[in-house]
T-cell receptor, first 113, second 114 residues
């Protein structure tokens, strides 16, 4: 499968714990986006990477959230001290150079109990 | 700030009907618009991408149109089938800045019953 891959698909964690999600974009895609989606809503933008540089961050990305894309390949999204309000689907998308069409992964469903 | 609105929020129709889903956006300086399909609990699947210079795109039973001046796009689904049941999302990218970050609407939840 050469699509965008996200791991894990599901995560249940206790409030206050830290969690980390991984996204592997399509090979040679230089743009990578993270979104959060809650039930009945559209995806909300969190952060954007071009290669290894994090170029934009939403105000939704509080100081408990951090994202990295070392070497411009896979990306990780970490949430520290999780809260119940963090429960959502976290989606990753990538786009190739010279083309803005976005390809999404299957998402990571986070449940904070 | 770009705002994207999708109407209706939900739609339930019998199989075989032709459907029109609407997407409107507030800033007409768009780079392109992309329609997606999302099945429950899944990621997004790209359906159609319309560049700002285009008026429409077609793929099988799907046709998407774009009217930048009025800030509207429509997704037309011909001869709907139960397998079309899903949430349909539109996403708009603005020109400038170079990031081309898609802004999404809330989606239209479609149920096609046999």
């Amino acid at each position: 499968d050469t699509g965008v891959s996200q791991d894990p698909r599901h995560k249940i964690t206790k409030r206050g714990q830290n969690v980390t999600f991984r996204c592997d974009p399509i090979s040679e895609h230089n743009r990578l986006y993270w979104y959060r989606q809650t039930l009945g809503q559209g995806p909300e933008f969190l952060t954007y990477f071009q290669n290894e540089a994090q170029l934009e961050k939403s105000r939704l990305l509080s100081d408990r959230f951090s994202a990295e894309r070392p070497k411009g390949s896979f990306s990780t999204l970490e949430i520290q001290r999780t809260e119940q309000g963090d429960s959502a689907m976290y989606l990753c998308a990538s786009s190739p150079p010279g083309n803005t069409e976005a390809f999404f992964g299957q998402g990571t469903r986070l449940t904070v109990v | 700030k770009q705002e994207v609105t999708q109407i209706p929020a939900a739609l339930s129709v019998p199989e075989g009907e032709n459907l029109v889903l609407n997407c409107s956006f507030t800033d007409s300086a768009i780079y392109n618009l992309q329609w997606f399909r999302q099945d429950p609990g899944k990621g997004l699947t790209s359906l159609l991408l319309i560049q700002s210079s285009q008026r429409e795109q077609t793929s099988g039973r799907l046709n998407a149109s774009l009217d930048k001046s009025s800030g509207r796009s429509t997704l037309y689904i011909a001869a709907s089938q139960p397998g079309d049941s899903a949430t349909y999302l539109c996403a708009v990218r603005l020109t400038g800045g170079g990031s081309y970050i898609p802004t999404f609407g809330r989606g239209t939840s479609l149920i096609v019953h046999p």
